[in-house]
DNA sequence: CTGAAAGCGCTTACAG
DNA sequence: CTGAAAGCGCTTACAG
């Protein structure tokens, strides 16, 4: 008795040469180099193909040619929408370019550099994009795949990064606030140790020194919503006459929790206080205020983080355009107002 | 002249075999079986691992153990926040579960069904989660790859689906709003064509018609922001008498982009017109007027998605608990009031 | 243009 | 407890 072959579970390379009674040469000749076998072979193997729904087993072909075409992403937390449009971005240029996307969450596990080591080495992706950057990558891993840091980076690392300039991004908030009058400008900062947050912070000061206004008060924040709301709270227990009259603060979502907590006090953005926020995330423009903030190019950060992992896979030299930080601009909106 | 092997490239198997003078099939049992090499052998096996920082090649060990320990999970767009949260709990349960996870946006090639075939037939995971749902993957693909769908789901399909209670959720939403006083509740749709939208219009619809209301009007939608400025706009070019004077949104986007507008317009939330939305994104809380909405379980529903495709891989049987829709619930905030 | 054969890096019965 | 050998499903020089 005979047993269909259908029946054993997926079709391989055997089952198509057998059927279209070629070897599997040929079949795999006719699969990726179509013009180099005769056409009615390569009609008889694409008939083949047609008739079992077969389709080639990557990882048998990745082992095969050393290669995975594929790149790794490695994000710190997918739960944070801020990543989402860079990790679009990414899939979108390796798709243009042949390569697919794995996306790895680091969190759950909480140990990044455990979870780097493994993923680097096993072969599963030809380069990697890590999102995060809690220590130097060089210093846990030996691979030599191609890697590029995006959005963080770490200090003193030789790795290739996109970035944009968060010091610019800062000052423009400052001299904007500056602009409309102000004189006494906080800054809620992001978490402590953070690269962001640090040039974030130079920036705030510098600009502030610049502009010859004395050092502003700062507020302890991490990035979160939550933070924002605290950064409030304290806001609101100053006595009014010492009370900073505009806040810069390092993300959106710090920015959005801030208002939120003065309005629940019955005061009101812009009027009792002007806010910056910085990321220009979506729903930005749709807060009520909307929130003036420092846009930072998404998109073309993902993009251009995917362009470079691409061209180092392919050993071409690198863009030197690269090496420049990514502009940012301040987006007016209504959260901010003359003192 | 000796070449170092270090320099060629990643250490292989071999070459550990080599360092530690035994052969790969010890080496491959050292690390996958510590217990069945002697304890001498295994520790000349590990130091030669540790020396070369080997790791095995997944790539090798899939193909060989026609395992991937992998879950794809495609999604339809990244760039939507909606699906971070969901996205980490699906990671997360499938850590736990020793199982990677790889994330695909079916997006950018616009082409999802031959992305599905594709990436289903390919042999990179053991399971599928689905969070698109356009066509049922079953008419295209001929994998017996564990599928399940997540989200959304396609009428009549037989793959195994988490969902939660939309129509209950569309009723909550209009139960409230009626309790408020409210007599003419609108309501802006989802996406045309889309399950979801279709049953959270027929909820609505149907609680109406319970509670003895007359037929709302319907704003055409899609879930996003802008959809839910364009009803605004209508809203507001609408004769105030005939305004209906509360709104249930097919998603909080389209909510807070209706709220914005109203807001734009000189005209209040929840003082001239009540909002309610659908899905309680992070931002929901925190907006102005904070939005009342209903509540979706998106970590239960990733991580019971997850669940169900490892059970599935694992040949186990369906958990009977899994066929009953998640249960969601009203969060009153400050976008409903009294009439 | 086509086929036989080797080999990618592993794991696992099978002997010993 | 350990090793030799086969094989997972492909691709690609190498002959013919």
Redesign the interface.
């Known amino acids: 008795m005979k047993i269909d072959p259908r029946a054993l579970?997926?079709p391989t390379i055997s089952d198509i040469a057998r059927l279209a009674g070629v070897s599997t040469a040929t079949v795999s000749r006719a699969l990726a180099h179509p013009d180099r076998v005769q056409i009615a072979t390569r009609e008889r193997v694409m008939a083949a193909v047609q008739q079992?729904?077969?389709?080639?087993?990557?990882?048998?072909r990745?082992?095969r040619t050393q290669r995975?075409n594929a790149i790794l992403v490695l994000t710190p937390?997918?739960?944070?929408?801020f990543?989402?449009?860079i990790?679009?971005a990414i899939?979108?240029v390796?798709?243009?370019n042949g390569f697919?996307?794995?996306?790895?969450?680091t969190?759950?596990?909480g140990d990044r550099d455990a979870e780097v080591?493994?993923?680097s080495?096993?072969?599963?992706a030809d380069g990697i994009i890590l999102l995060d950057s809690a220590q130097d990558p060089l210093s846990i891993?030996?691979?030599?795949l191609p890697m590029v840091l995006a959005c963080e980076w770490i200090e003193g690392s030789t790795l290739p990064k996109v970035a944009i300039d968060n010091i610019a991004g800062a000052k423009l908030a400052v001299e904007h606030l500056a602009s409309l009058g102000h004189t006494k400008i906080a800054h809620v900062t992001g978490p402590a140790g953070n690269v962001l947050s640090k040039t974030r912070a130079q920036g705030w000061a510098e600009a502030l020194r610049t502009l010859g206004l004395t050092p502003g008060h700062c507020y302890t924040g991490d990035f979160t919503?939550k933070s924002g709301v605290e950064a409030a709270k304290t806001w609101i227990d100053t006595p009014q006459a010492q009370r900073p009259t505009a806040v810069f603060c390092a993300s959106d979502e710090c920015a959005?929790?801030f208002?939120?907590e003065i309005?629940r006090a019955s005061l009101r953005v812009p009027t009792d206080v002007s806010v910056v926020g910085f990321d220009d995330i979506?729903?930005a423009g749709?807060?009520?205020p909307?929130l003036t903030t420092i846009h930072q190019p998404r998109q073309r950060l993902g993009a251009r983080a995917a362009e470079m992992v691409i061209r180092m896979i392919r050993g071409q030299s690198p863009d030197p355009g690269d090496a420049t930080p990514l502009p940012v601009n301040l987006v007016k909106r209504d959260s901010t107002a003359q003192l």
């Open positions: 579970g997926k079992t729904g077969y389709t080639v087993n990557s990882v048998a990745n082992l995975t937390n997918l739960a944070n929408p990543f989402s449009l990790l679009s899939t979108k390796a798709a243009t697919g996307v794995l996306i790895a969450d969190a759950p596990q080591m493994r993923l080495g096993d072969g599963r891993t030996r691979t030599g919503m959005l929790g208002i939120g309005h979506e729903i749709h807060f009520i909307a």
